[in-house]
């Protein structure tokens, strides 16, 4: 892990962006913050709290809100890891919600279906719809041409 300490909001979850595997987020989107209290929250207290004075860490702090109101080290790490969580999950929705559909048909039987040629999953009415482009019609077994493009926000 690296040694920099972050001094804005931005920068700090770049860090954790680059350090942290995608596995690890996704356990920080799952878990309550508490459970990170003793492993990656004591990383930040020992790395980006601690190694800097008072005014640096209010300084910081201030990034994530106006008026911080806890300067204690385990209220940062909690204040820096809540919002990376909040961050993570906004990321993962509109990664989900900005996917672009594509409506694809069988010229021969005339069967539709709405898929992302990337591959991304689209979260629709609260739910993960997965979208794959089809090979062939499943109704008649022709090939599905693309015909249009179709942009859905929940």
Same mark, same amino acid.
């Given at each position: 892990?690296?040694?920099? @300490?972050?001094?804005?909001?931005?920068?700090?979850?770049?860090? #954790?962006?680059?350090? #942290? +595997?995608?596995?690890?987020?996704?356990?920080?989107?799952?878990?309550?913050?508490?459970?990170?209290?003793?492993?990656?929250?004591?990383?930040?207290?020992?790395?980006?709290?601690? &190694? $800097? +004075?008072?005014?640096?860490?209010?300084?910081?702090? =201030?990034?994530?809100?106006?008026?911080? $109101?806890?300067?204690?080290?385990?209220?940062? +790490?909690?204040?820096?890891?809540?919002?990376?969580?909040?961050?993570? =999950?906004?990321?993962?929705?509109?990664?989900?919600?900005?996917?672009?559909?594509?409506?694809?048909?069988?010229?021969?039987?005339?069967?539709?279906?709405?898929?992302? &040629?990337?591959?991304?999953?689209?979260?629709? +009415?609260?739910? @993960?719809?997965?979208?794959?482009?089809?090979?062939?019609?499943?109704?008649?077994?022709?090939?599905?041409?693309?015909?249009?493009?179709?942009?859905?926000?929940?």
């Amino acid at each position: 892990m690296n040694n920099i @300490i972050p001094k804005k909001k931005k920068e700090c979850f770049a860090l #954790l962006d680059e350090m #942290l +595997s995608e596995e690890d987020k996704r356990a920080i989107i799952e878990k309550d913050v508490f459970e990170l209290h003793f492993t990656l929250g004591l990383w930040i207290r020992n790395n980006w709290i601690y &190694p $800097q +004075s008072e005014e640096e860490t209010e300084d910081l702090l =201030k990034t994530f809100s106006k008026e911080p $109101q806890f300067y204690h080290p385990d209220d940062c +790490s909690t204040t820096i890891l809540e919002a990376y969580r909040k961050y993570l =999950k906004r990321k993962i929705k509109n990664k989900r919600l900005m996917a672009t559909l594509f409506e694809y048909k069988c010229k021969k039987c005339g069967y539709t279906v709405l898929a992302n &040629p990337k591959g991304h999953d689209v979260l629709m +009415s609260g739910e @993960i719809i997965k979208t794959p482009v089809p090979d062939k019609c499943p109704e008649c077994g022709e090939e599905m041409k693309k015909t249009g493009k179709v942009m859905m926000v929940d």
